[in-house]
């Protein structure tokens, strides 16, 4: 035992991130997930009551493999009928080194499986390579403890089930794997990012866990740019983190931010991640969106928006991935660009497809307002707050129709 | 003890334009208040949870049946009886839990006038109590 104690928030961070290395060596060597994942949850909960008193071991990530693994060792003995199993893994040559990257990243993938939900994905990589506790997990999603708890084992059982050796895919499969993997870590990132009323610690730390994740998601697939898009718009998008909201959670639009709040470092590594994404070809939607951000990001006022651009990104997003939600934004910026009513008339088109759902009385709102008709856009707020399922979001649309209805005169 | 304390829609005392006609600073001040008194429920250690439902555009009534269930779509015509939203409060009294509820009721409306709110106080059922 060597250094003197650490913080308790330093303590936290060195096992976070010592989690995805030291699950993968317990991984590689017993093969068997479900179990290996406890093993490691119970490493880290003896480091966190031990290290503080005896000090950190100067490898820490050793002694974690060390005692994970002593602990499945005593889960097969306890448990003849593995016996055969663990006598035929002890002689089974080792694999060799992996980066830590590389092991992060397939256990990203075997969370990430696609028969799984996006819910049961986005709790299990949390915790198997984040390195959470159910706890944490379950305070952040605002669901009680044993509900996490099961959620989590109902996903461990499905990719044992899935009985894949542990380990990177194979090139020919990767790119139908990364698709769902980044979809979660992106959910993740959103989750966090979501505003909400109050203190609110343990959500705002998912975004910078999604961030930390893609990082090295990145170092291990240097060429595929859709990882660097990702990363690239959670910066972009984290960067205005500060000027999002008010001390109350209150949301403010972009247009309405001080946009001296945003972090120009963010804004700067984004923009960097970026120009290294696209450089390396395949344009795909992670990178237009992250492009769209930085277009705005890089507005030192509103009014410098260069909406001719941002519209222009658009039309290529529904290029790609077309969807009735890009077509609203493209709507947006077409208004911008091409007046309200050019707005107006791409959003009637729109409209049908997206019934119901606030966003189009949002955007109707916002475009008639624009065009000035107010007893109009008072109507579509007014709809639109009575559709939303955001609380913050609903008191901004209520406060928009009041001042539009307050402009108004009175009968 | 545990109190939930229930928010109706339509349980006011006189008529009260929906909040979208309200002036803007009585929509802000009503916002405040109720995120005033989360705060300082938060602050005495007695917030459980506060919650705020969907409107009634958005509400559902299934009843299971013989074949498919029978799903009824809202705003219903008993709409103004529907829960708004809650507050979990866990407090030492039910007087206390009272005291909460009416502070809770005189959230401002237009004008700032009190909107006395009903507000419906129900014990939480817990373990065995010793």
Same mark, same amino acid.
């Given at each position: 035992?060597?250094?003197?104690?650490?913080?308790?928030?330093?303590?936290?961070?060195?096992?976070?991130?010592?989690?995805?290395?030291?699950?993968?060596?317990?991984?590689?060597?017993?093969?068997?997930?479900?179990?290996?994942?406890?093993?490691?949850?119970?490493?880290?909960?003896?480091?966190?009551?031990?290290?503080?008193?005896?000090?950190?071991?100067?490898?820490?990530?050793?002694?974690?493999?060390?005692?994970?693994?002593?602990?499945?060792?005593?889960?097969?003995?306890?448990?003849?009928?593995?016996?055969?199993?663990?006598?035929?893994?002890?002689?089974?040559?080792?694999?060799?080194?992996?980066?830590?990257?590389?092991?992060?990243?397939?256990?990203?993938?075997?969370?990430?499986?696609?028969?799984?939900?996006?819910?049961?994905?986005?709790?299990?990589?949390?915790?198997?390579?984040?390195?959470?506790?159910?706890?944490?997990?379950?305070?952040?999603?605002?669901?009680?403890?044993?509900?996490?708890?099961?959620?989590?084992?109902?996903?461990?059982?499905?990719?044992?089930?899935?009985?894949?050796?542990?380990?990177?895919?194979?090139?020919?499969?990767?790119?139908?794997?990364?698709?769902?993997?980044?979809?979660?870590?992106?959910?993740?990132?959103?989750?966090?990012?979501?505003?909400?009323?109050?203190?609110?610690?343990?959500?705002?730390?998912?975004?910078?866990?999604?961030?930390?994740?893609?990082?090295?998601?990145?170092?291990?697939?240097?060429?595929?740019?859709?990882?660097?898009?990702?990363?690239?718009?959670?910066?972009?998008?984290?960067?205005?983190?500060?000027?999002?909201?008010?001390?109350?959670?209150?949301?403010?639009?972009?247009?309405?931010?001080?946009?001296?709040?945003?972090?120009?470092?963010?804004?700067?590594?984004?923009?960097?991640?970026?120009?290294?994404?696209?450089?390396?070809?395949?344009?795909?939607?992670?990178?237009?969106?992250?492009?769209?951000?930085?277009?705005?990001?890089?507005?030192?006022?509103?009014?410098?928006?260069?909406?001719?651009?941002?519209?222009?990104?658009?039309?290529?997003?529904?290029?790609?991935?077309?969807?009735?939600?890009?077509?609203?934004?493209?709507?947006?910026?077409?208004?911008?660009?091409?007046?309200?009513?050019?707005?107006?008339?791409?959003?009637?088109?729109?409209?049908?497809?997206?019934?119901?759902?606030?966003?189009?009385?949002?955007?109707?709102?916002?475009?008639?307002?624009?065009?000035?008709?107010?007893?109009?856009?008072?109507?579509?707020?007014?709809?639109?707050?009575?559709?939303?399922?955001?609380?913050?979001?609903?008191?901004?649309?209520?406060?928009?129709?009041?001042?539009?209805?307050?402009?108004?005169?009175?009968? | 003890?545990?109190?939930?304390?229930?928010?109706?829609?339509?349980?006011?005392?006189?008529?009260?334009?929906?909040?979208?006609?309200?002036? &803007?600073?009585?929509?802000?001040?009503?916002?405040?208040?109720?995120?005033?008194?989360?705060?300082?429920?938060?602050?005495?250690?007695?917030?459980?949870?506060?919650?705020?439902?969907?409107?009634?555009?958005?509400?559902?009534?299934?009843?299971?049946?013989?074949?498919?269930?029978?799903?009824?779509?809202?705003?219903? &015509?008993?709409?103004?009886?529907?829960?708004?939203?809650?507050?979990?409060?866990?407090?030492?009294?039910?007087?206390?839990?009272?005291?909460?509820?009416?502070?809770?009721?005189?959230?401002?409306? &237009?004008?700032?006038?009190?909107?006395?709110?009903?507000?419906?106080?129900?014990?939480?059922?817990?373990?065995?109590?010793?």
């Amino acid at each position: 035992m060597a250094a003197g104690p650490r913080r308790r928030g330093e303590l936290e961070d060195l096992l976070r991130e010592a989690a995805p290395r030291v699950l993968a060596a317990v991984v590689r060597r017993f093969g068997d997930f479900a179990d290996s994942e406890d093993a490691v949850q119970e490493a880290m909960i003896d480091a966190a009551r031990q290290w503080p008193a005896q000090g950190t071991p100067e490898n820490p990530t050793g002694w974690l493999i060390a005692v994970a693994s002593r602990r499945m060792t005593d889960r097969i003995r306890a448990d003849s009928a593995r016996r055969a199993r663990e006598e035929r893994l002890a002689v089974e040559p080792d694999r060799g080194p992996a980066t830590a990257a590389d092991d992060t990243l397939a256990l990203i993938f075997m969370c990430c499986r696609p028969e799984l939900t996006q819910a049961s994905s986005v709790a299990l990589t949390l915790r198997a390579v984040g390195g959470l506790s159910t706890a944490q997990i379950a305070a952040a999603f605002l669901v009680p403890e044993k509900t996490m708890g099961r959620r989590i084992a109902r996903a461990k059982q499905a990719v044992a089930a899935a009985a894949e050796p542990f380990g990177l895919p194979a090139p020919a499969e990767r790119a139908a794997r990364l698709r769902p993997a980044l979809a979660v870590l992106y959910l993740i990132f959103n989750e966090g990012y979501a505003a909400s009323e109050g203190p609110d610690l343990a959500r705002a730390e998912l975004a910078a866990e999604a961030i930390r994740l893609t990082r090295i998601a990145r170092l291990a697939l240097p060429a595929e740019p859709e990882v660097g898009g990702l990363l690239a718009l959670m910066l972009l998008t984290d960067a205005r983190r500060a000027a999002r909201t008010d001390r109350r959670g209150e949301l403010i639009p972009l247009d309405r931010q001080d946009r001296s709040l945003w972090d120009a470092a963010a804004i700067a590594e984004g923009g960097r991640v970026l120009s290294e994404a696209i450089a390396a070809g395949a344009v795909g939607p992670y990178q237009l969106q992250a492009a769209i951000a930085l277009a705005h990001d890089r507005a030192r006022r509103a009014e410098d928006t260069d909406w001719a651009e941002i519209l222009a990104l658009y039309g290529l997003l529904e290029g790609v991935a077309p969807g009735p939600m890009v077509a609203l934004n493209r709507a947006v910026a077409t208004a911008m660009v091409d007046g309200p009513q050019a707005g107006l008339d791409l959003l009637a088109e729109v409209a049908p497809r997206l019934e119901g759902h606030h966003r189009v009385h949002a955007v109707r709102a916002h475009l008639l307002e624009l065009a000035g008709d107010g007893a109009g856009a008072h109507a579509e707020y007014s709809r639109a707050a009575e559709l939303t399922a955001s609380l913050p979001e609903q008191r901004y649309l209520t406060k928009r129709a009041a001042r539009l209805a307050a402009t108004r005169p009175r009968l | 003890m545990k109190f939930m304390l229930l928010q109706h829609y339509g349980r006011v005392v006189g008529d009260v334009p929906p909040m979208t006609e309200w002036d &803007p600073e009585d929509v802000q001040a009503h916002i405040d208040f109720q995120l005033d008194l989360n705060e300082e429920l938060r602050e005495r250690g007695e917030l459980v949870e506060a919650q705020g439902l969907t409107g009634p555009e958005l509400a559902k009534i299934v009843l299971a049946t013989d074949g498919a269930p029978l799903v009824t779509d809202g705003p219903f &015509p008993e709409s103004k009886e529907l829960l708004a939203g809650w507050r979990m409060v866990d407090v030492e009294t039910e007087e206390r839990a009272i005291e909460i509820a009416a502070r809770s009721s005189e959230g401002p409306g &237009p004008n700032g006038v009190p909107l006395r709110q009903e507000i419906e106080v129900r014990q939480v059922m817990g373990p065995i109590e010793r």
